[in-house]
């Protein structure tokens, strides 16, 4: 089966600069790789998402880029912000609303003022 | 909106005994997840199930069941409590469209003593 890791399990930076988190997967059939956030408390929410049919995708100050050889995919945050700061997870499944989604361990991300 | 709904926030059983965590989504999705969520180990499928009466095991099943009678809920049954299935359960929704993202219920923090 899939296997997603994930690194580094903790991140601190200061608000303003930038954080990466970076994660592997293990099936090459898999295509599709959301980023959820998961603040303290809260549900974890999906920020965003990109399928393997392209390279790297961006929302305002949150981009992800993927490298199917390698079979890494990466998130950025820019200008960090204090209320970036919460447990991210990334994850990997084949297209299709019915496919397993498997989860990364998490990258708690602590952006300091 | 959304909404995942899950029966009780908090919940604490003695060992041995039956416990139910349910589930209801109002988005008449056909996918519905239990995860289990334990510090350093992110987010694990315990089962799922992509259609009424259908359930697929995920990469923990092993002390779990489910069952899923109408669309809209889904149930995660521990026969028999153990100390090790202490944990957060989150359960999540999924549509069969093209539209990948899954949606979290707030969670059941369960200690079993």
């Known amino acids: 089966g899939e296997n997603v890791e994930q690194h580094p399990s903790t991140l601190s930076v200061q608000e303003g600069d930038s954080a990466v988190i970076k994660c592997t997967y293990s099936d090459s059939a898999s295509n599709y790789f959301p980023w959820y956030k998961q603040e303290l408390g809260k549900r974890p929410q999906l920020i965003i998402d990109i399928r393997s049919n392209v390279g790297e995708k961006k929302d305002q100050r949150i981009a992800v880029t993927l490298n199917k050889t390698a079979k890494h995919f990466s998130l950025h945050i820019t200008e960090t912000q204090p209320e970036d700061s919460a447990v991210y997870f990334c994850?990997?499944?084949?297209?299709?609303?019915?496919?397993?989604?498997?989860f990364g361990t998490g990258t708690k991300l602590q952006v300091i003022p | 909106d959304v909404k995942v709904t899950q029966s009780s926030r908090y919940l604490v059983k003695r060992t041995g005994e039956k416990v139910f965590l349910e589930c209801v989504q109002d988005m008449d999705h056909e996918n519905m997840f239990w995860y289990r969520q334990d510090p350093g180990l992110g987010l694990r499928l315990i089962y799922f199930s992509y259609d009424v009466k259908m359930k697929e095991k995920g990469d923990i099943p092993e002390g779990y069941s489910v069952s899923r009678e109408k669309k809209e809920r889904f149930s995660l049954i521990l026969e028999s409590a153990s100390t090790n299935q202490t944990s957060m359960y989150l359960c999540?929704?999924?549509?069969?469209?093209?539209?990948?993202?899954?949606?979290f219920g707030p969670g059941t923090r369960l200690t079993v003593t």
């Open positions: 994850a990997a499944s084949k297209s299709g609303g019915y496919q397993k989604v498997t």
């Open positions: 999540a929704s999924r549509g069969a469209g093209s539209n990948y993202e899954q949606y």
